[in-house]
Structure formats: C-alpha cells, structure tokens
C-alpha cells in the first residue's frame, strides 16, 4: 500500500505563486511516475504535470511557463512551483503516484486565485 500526503494549497491573489507538496511512503517501487492533476468544479479532473524516476516530465500547455514540477527522488516527494497563478487555476489539486500495477490518490489539497 502507498499513502500519499499533500501540503502547500490555499488562497492567494492573482500573479501570486504557491508551492505544492507530496511526499509518498509504502510500498514504492523504484520505476514509478508522480504527478499532480486538479479538478475545477464542475469539470473533469485533468493532468496538470508529471515526472517519472528518471526526472522525464510531461506538464499541461495551460500551465506551460508557470508551472513548475519537481521530485526529490531519495524522499519519493513531488513538489509543484506555481508561479504566475490566474483565477482559472483555482481547483482540488491531487497528487497521483502510478507504478505498475496500481494508481495512488491524495486526499486533494485546495487552491483558491482570487481575481
């Protein structure tokens, strides 16, 4: 089993910028990709970034410029830079862990742009 725990959501105005963390425990395996995706409401949930082991990253054109994902792999932690923030992102954002067999889900930390 895997626990994923999320931190760094909130409020902020818009052009302001937040950082996001996830830090992983359990049973990880050394080939695995984290990643964090948010739902607006009303809307789908949607990839916002990616990065696997290797550090091979794969980020949503919206936030392309502005966002920033990162992992500090000897602590399985992910971290997410937002810079630049617009009311469009505000969202649950989730922190996601795949490896092969299974998809792990964070309780969802909150991001509020006020505009």
């Known amino acids: 089993q895997v626990q994923l725990v999320e931190s760094g959501g909130g409020l902020v105005q818009t052009g302001g910028s937040l950082r996001l963390s996830c830090a992983a425990s359990g049973s990880i395996f050394s080939i695995n990709r984290m990643g964090w995706y948010r739902q607006a409401p009303g809307k789908e949930r949607e990839m916002v970034a990616t990065i696997t082991n290797s550090g091979r990253t794969n980020t949503l054109d919206f936030v392309k410029g502005r966002f920033t994902i990162s992992r500090a792999s000897a602590k399985n932690t992910v971290y997410l830079q937002m810079n630049s923030l617009k009311p469009e992102d505000t969202a649950v954002y989730y922190c996601?862990?795949?490896?092969?067999?299974?998809?792990?889900w964070g309780q969802g930390t909150q991001v509020t742009v006020s505009s």
């Open positions: 996601n862990l795949y490896q092969i067999g299974a998809t792990y």
